[in-house]
């Protein structure tokens, strides 16, 4: 930058212009990384994976997404610290890795939470990590719904 | 194979030409991803099978992908080398050449090559039959390259070997020896091997870069007209092992490979004047082809290597001219009193595109060889320094003034339109095409100083090359 060259003018003028017309994205990218969308929907009839007692829920959201990327953290995650995609059990460090490859080419950068209900808060937390280092955005709790009369 | 392996015969002496390629431990075959069509249709440029040919059970078995719906591409993994021997060296060479082969992997994009700091937390495996592949499926991996070197009487010996997690066998497999003076070309020839044997494709691993520059900074001892010390350097095509061709101490720019690799031309001031220099960088010597008449600049070699195309103002205004290697049959292509510069040669060496300002304006226009059938192409503010893709990519690329400096254009010569690559980080000039045509070294200011970036056909994929120095006018070896 500081170097002798005949071009230094052109340069100099050139840097100018262009950082006025650009947008400091710096902020925005800041927000983005510490928002993590969280929210309820209700467990689909049909269901993938291992299975888990799901959290019961007073409300929850349908499921809308007609191709959802499940996550399964059953009880057993306490001693072997293993996840689930869809049936496919892998351990909890390669779980960012293998939701890169999943959401590569995925344009909603969403992931369906399938927790047991007996998962304490700090595991969830762990997996939580995993997949905001993944690039998810959003994470979907999948609970129960709790019907009139239960 | 053998073609490929002697592209580079006398720089990879030491290793290459020791280096034998056994048979693969296993009958090749091709590794793909777990897509479900990959067993209908095999993926680039392979012969389809025969519809009465009994294929192998694992082709035919349809697996639904668990997690690469969107765009699945075969995923590899290449952790570190195995180090059979003790010492620094061979430990040295097993991690160099695992970094150095997952980079080339990964230029092509070809692969999704898994990030190497995910590998940690599977243990290296005690030899090449020890293949942890629970652990490698749980990565996501379809294929990962193991290998080992071992010390060996000339220097080492390496071996690496492509295997299938889902099959647990070895689908590809080369062993080396050699001196372990530049492991980066174990790993550069695996990769251009394992490319063409897997995905039909010429990889650029052992392709190298010339460039002139000034990263010397000597001190300028001569007269007004030596304002600046450029020098010719060439390099891998990842930056590496960066050598200097000319020493001189004038002006040397616009490098040209040869087709075969062991000769540059170059502009060179050393005479004072401007002239077309050829440097035979294997065997020490130099060429003249021009002998000295007039001021001659901008040398290409034709596709077959046996004539020059450049630009002269021997008849008193900047023409293109042709003319044999040893500087006979000299013809004239242009005729014009505007200013003609920058000639290129189409990949069968039937027309040249070059630069003229005879519509007011530098555009870039075609020529046969003969010196007929002059066409314009392009409508831009300015355009300079084409460059004509290697087949099947139909394409020419630029450097279109786009703003106060220049961006990166390319044009597609069947359909006549004309997209950008680059927009407006610094200025961005001489584009030169890899011999694969699926990458473009340019120069670029965008980091600061004039640097040699490559980018991708589509734009993607940029990387530094050089960072040493002020560095121009990057040329692609073929």
Redesign the interface.
């Known amino acids: 930058m500081s170097q002798p060259d005949a071009n230094t003018g052109r340069k100099r003028a050139r840097r100018v212009s262009t950082s006025l017309s650009e947008i400091n994205v710096i902020p925005l990218v800041d927000v983005m990384l510490v928002l993590l969308i969280i929210f309820m929907v209700a467990a689909p009839m049909l269901q993938k994976g291992v299975e888990v007692n799901l959290p019961v829920a007073r409300r929850a959201d349908k499921l809308t997404n007609t191709q959802p990327l499940y996550v399964t953290i059953p009880t057993s995650y306490r001693q072997d610290r293993r996840v689930y995609i869809d049936d496919d059990g892998i351990p909890i460090e390669v779980l960012a890795e293998r939701m890169r490859q999943a959401l590569d080419g995925r344009s909603d950068k969403q992931v369906f939470l399938r927790g047991d209900g007996a998962v304490m808060l700090q595991e969830m937390m762990d997996v939580f990590g995993r997949l905001k280092e993944a690039g998810v955005e959003k994470i979907g709790i999948v609970a129960q719904e709790r019907r009139a009369g239960q | 194979m053998m073609t490929t392996r002697l592209r580079w015969p006398v720089l990879g002496l030491m290793v290459a030409a020791s280096a034998v390629a056994i048979a693969s431990p296993s009958a090749p075959e091709e590794l793909r991803g777990d897509r479900a069509e990959a067993a209908v249709g095999r993926a680039g440029g392979q012969q389809p099978t025969s519809p009465t040919q009994p294929t192998p059970p694992q082709r035919t078995a349809v697996e639904v992908t668990?997690?690469?719906?969107?765009?699945?591409q075969t995923?590899l993994a290449v952790p570190d080398l195995i180090a059979l021997s003790n010492d620094q060296e061979t430990q040295d060479a097993a991690r160099v050449i695992g970094e150095v082969l997952w980079n080339d992997l990964n230029y092509e994009r070809e692969f999704?090559l898994?990030?190497r700091d995910?590998y940690k937390?599977i243990p290296s495996a005690a030899s090449m039959d020890t293949v942890p592949f629970d652990r490698w499926r749980?990565?996501?991996a379809d294929g990962v390259v193991s290998g080992i070197v071992q010390r060996a009487a000339s220097g080492v010996r390496v071996e690496l070997r492509l295997y299938s997690v889902r099959a647990r066998q070895s689908v590809f497999g080369r062993e080396y020896t050699g001196s372990v003076a530049n492991p980066r070309l174990y790993a550069h020839t695996f990769s251009d091997e394992l490319h063409l044997s897997q995905r039909n494709l010429r990889g650029v691993a052992r392709t190298k870069l010339a460039f002139s520059s000034d990263r010397n900074r000597e001190a300028v001892i001569a007269t007004v007209e030596k304002r600046e010390v450029k020098e010719v350097y060439i390099a891998d095509y990842d930056g590496a092992n960066p050598r200097r061709i000319t020493i001189n101490r004038t002006l040397n720019i616009t490098p040209a490979w040869s087709p075969d690799g062991r000769s540059i031309a170059y502009t060179s001031y050393r005479s004072g004047l401007p002239d077309v220099l050829i440097s035979n960088i294997f065997a020490g010597t130099m060429e003249n082809p021009t002998k000295g008449v007039g001021q001659n600049f901008l040398p290409v070699f034709s596709p077959d290597g046996s004539r020059i195309a450049f630009m002269s103002s021997r008849d008193g205004n900047p023409e293109i001219y042709v003319v044999n290697r040893d500087g006979s049959n000299l013809v004239r292509l242009t005729n014009n009193a505007a200013t003609e510069s920058t000639p290129t040669w189409s990949p069968s060496g039937t027309q040249l595109a070059f630069t003229s300002d005879r519509s007011g304006t530098p555009q870039v226009y075609t020529v046969n060889a003969d010196g007929s059938g002059l066409r314009r192409l392009t409508s831009e503010s300015y355009a300079d320094r084409a460059t004509w893709s290697p087949a099947p990519y139909n394409e020419i690329a630029f450097a279109a003034r786009t703003g106060?400096?220049f961006d990166i254009k390319i044009y597609n010569i069947a359909s006549g339109e004309t997209r950008q690559i680059t927009f407006?980080e610094?200025t961005n000039e001489s584009p030169a095409w890899s011999p694969n045509g699926r990458h473009l070294a340019f120069m670029s200011?965008r980091a600061?100083?004039s640097q040699i970036f490559t980018v991708d056909r589509d734009g993607r994929n940029l990387r530094q090359i050089t960072r040493d120095g002020?560095n121009w006018t990057p040329h692609w070896s073929q």
């Open positions: 668990l997690t690469g719906e969107g765009g699945a995923r999704y898994i990030p995910t937390t749980e990565l996501g106060p400096g407006g610094g200011t600061g100083r002020n």
